[in-house]
């Protein structure tokens, strides 16, 4: 089993709706949680970084981290053809060494 | 800035052949991995490296090497590559404590026939 699960899809919303994104995790020493954006041919982005529990917005984008439930989630609003792209999850443990990444989840977003 | 720096970026490689991926940063960062992202299996670590001198093994190590040369350079040998490491490779570097954001290199597409 691996240590973070990711839904791969693919997902494909209109222009406009809401999509969320998810990734579960087995190892409770992840402190870190990270979501990175990759386009095609492209290497990952770093897209929203979070420590612990809590939530973060960026603009259009919320990241959601419960660490009870070893459950994290990416909330894009107002979604945007542009924001078609692979998300992947990410975490980190406190000894900062290893960066996990889940399966991917392949976004398209139709005008 | 050109960030993380990975050469080749296309390679056909016959099965048996070795090959060096060569990685570079120019972030003055300490560590540095080397993934391997398959369809489907999404990024798996193959090697990393916390510190000039010091190399670990990830998730999949098996049929790798690797070199930390100095701080900026961290090269991944296949000695015997084989059609099961056909693969898209990202090399990446970070520095620990600054958010542990991590950059990656633009990737480099390995066929082996």
């Known amino acids: 089993q691996k240590e973070v699960e990711q839904d791969p899809g693919p997902l494909s919303v209109p222009e406009g709706a809401i999509v969320s994104l998810n990734c579960t995790y087995s190892n409770s020493a992840f402190q870190y949680f990270m979501w990175y954006r990759q386009y095609s041919r492209k290497g990952p982005e770093l897209l929203m970084y979070t420590y612990s529990s809590g939530n973060k917005e960026d603009g259009r984008f919320t990241a959601q981290v419960d660490k009870s439930s070893k459950y994290i989630s990416l909330f894009i609003r107002d979604s945007q053809p542009s924001d078609s792209a692979t998300y992947l999850c990410a975490m980190m443990d406190n000894q900062g060494g290893k960066l996990i990444f889940g399966q991917g989840t392949e976004l398209s977003v139709k005008p | 800035n050109a960030g993380v720096t990975q050469t080749p970026k296309f390679q056909v490689l016959k099965t048996g052949q070795s090959m060096t991926l060569q990685c570079a940063q120019d972030m003055n960062h300490n560590s540095m991995y080397w993934y391997r992202q398959d369809p489907g299996m999404g990024l798996r670590l193959i090697y990393y490296?916390?510190?000039?001198?010091?190399?670990d093994k990830g998730e999949v190590p098996n049929g790798y090497n690797v070199s930390r040369l100095n701080k900026r350079e961290f090269s991944l040998r296949l000695e015997s590559a084989a059609p099961s490491q056909t693969s898209v490779y990202f090399c990446?570097?970070?520095?620990?404590?600054?958010?542990?954001?991590?950059?990656f290199g633009e990737g480099s597409w390995l066929t082996v026939v």
């Open positions: 490296s916390a510190s000039e001198g010091t190399t």
């Open positions: 990446a570097s970070s520095e620990p404590g600054s958010g542990n954001t991590i950059y």
